[in-house]
């Protein structure tokens, strides 16, 4: 299930899977370098780049609850020069395609970043973050000066939550596809420190919402890529983005910090990687989300011929 990305005379990138890490979550690609399988991921999103150096957060930045987490970081990173320079070896050498996430601050910044961007064949494309604030206006003037100069596919983030003339505005301005969308903005008192906090919401309760929005947006933008991201915690809350609510990727974020083998067992299954049992198999011979990598390091007996494992397969002997 790959899914191409970029259209007209675009160097478009094809996503072998349609799965890949939210910006913020994967560090610049460096992060959990052991703990995925690389050539099962659609691409890798990096930590969000400025064109300026933004220094980190100060403070309380965290609050926990049941529900999810209130994280403030500031977005801190060197600048984009420095990350490039820093990080350029790394993505040649990785089995996925890079996405760049820019901070989309202001039009004279992002048409500089996409001039340099379009001179590194190791970033694949870019992925434009819009302000929480930002109006149809400010989404034109932003996205217009990222494709300026930009041959490479263009994915614009959308707030949460988003008003459909600041979708609209990025798709006639030139994007290629949407981000539905940035975490939520919140705030909350830290119970140690007694400090309010505000920051982005990230947790499963997000699911609901941002179904929703992401459902309207895709029956409002038929002819438009939908990526889908926020509150995905599950395989199932993945493939309901994709198979109800009219998305063609997802983005996992947070429930990545905690299970970090959520992103291949999504990957897997949206791919059609996932092997079912064979009926003669030992209890200790499979387990799920089991996929054709980890038959092969256990030396059992898959073939190509398997089918995907479904929703009400049962571990049976």
């Known amino acids: 299930m790959d899914i191409t990305i970029g259209r007209g005379n675009k160097e478009p990138i094809t996503l072998k899977t349609p799965v890949m890490p939210a910006a913020g979550t994967f560090g610049y690609g460096d992060a959990f370098p052991k703990l995925f399988d690389m050539d099962k991921v659609g691409a890798v999103v990096t930590r969000p780049v400025g064109w300026h150096k933004f220094d980190p957060a100060s403070g309380t930045r965290l609050v926990q609850r049941s529900g999810g987490v209130i994280l403030h970081t500031g977005l801190p990173n060197p600048g984009l020069t420095k990350v490039i320079r820093d990080h350029q070896s790394l993505w040649e050498m990785l089995e996925a395609p890079v996405i760049l996430h820019l901070i989309g601050t202001s039009e004279l910044d992002v048409e500089k ?187 059992l007996p898959f073939n190509n011929n398997r089918t995907r494992a479904t929703k009400t397969e049962k571990d049976t002997p």
């Not at 217009?144 to 041959?151: D, G, I, V, W």
């Not at 979708?167 to 030139?174: F, K, L, S």
């Not at 969308?181 to 830290?190: K, L, T, V, W």
Request: proline residues 7%; neutral net charge; aromatic residues 4%.
């Open 113 to 299: 970043a996409c001039l340099q961007i379009s001179l590194t064949t190791c970033i694949r494309a870019v992925e434009l973050g819009l302000k929480d604030d930002a109006s149809w206006q400010d989404a034109a003037a932003l996205v217009r000066a990222a494709a300026k100069h930009l041959e490479k596919p263009l994915l614009v983030r959308l707030p949460f939550p988003a008003h459909e003339d600041v979708a609209r505005a990025a798709v006639d301005n030139g994007a290629d596809a949407l981000v539905a969308f940035a975490p939520p903005r919140g705030a909350d008192r830290n119970p140690v420190s007694g400090k309010v906090v505000p920051g982005r919401v990230y947790g499963p309760l997000l699911k609901p919402m941002v179904m929703h929005a992401v459902g309207n947006l895709t029956r409002r933008f038929p002819n438009v890529q939908v990526i889908a991201s926020g509150g995905i915690h599950s395989v199932d809350d993945a493939r309901d983005y994709i198979l109800h609510a009219g998305a063609v990727a997802v983005q996992l974020d947070a429930a990545i910090w905690a299970n970090p083998n959520l992103l291949n067992l999504v990957s897997r299954d949206l791919a059609g990687l996932i092997l079912t049992r064979p009926k003669d198999a030992l209890s200790d011979e499979w387990f799920p989300g089991i996929g054709e990598t980890d038959a092969k390091k256990l030396g």
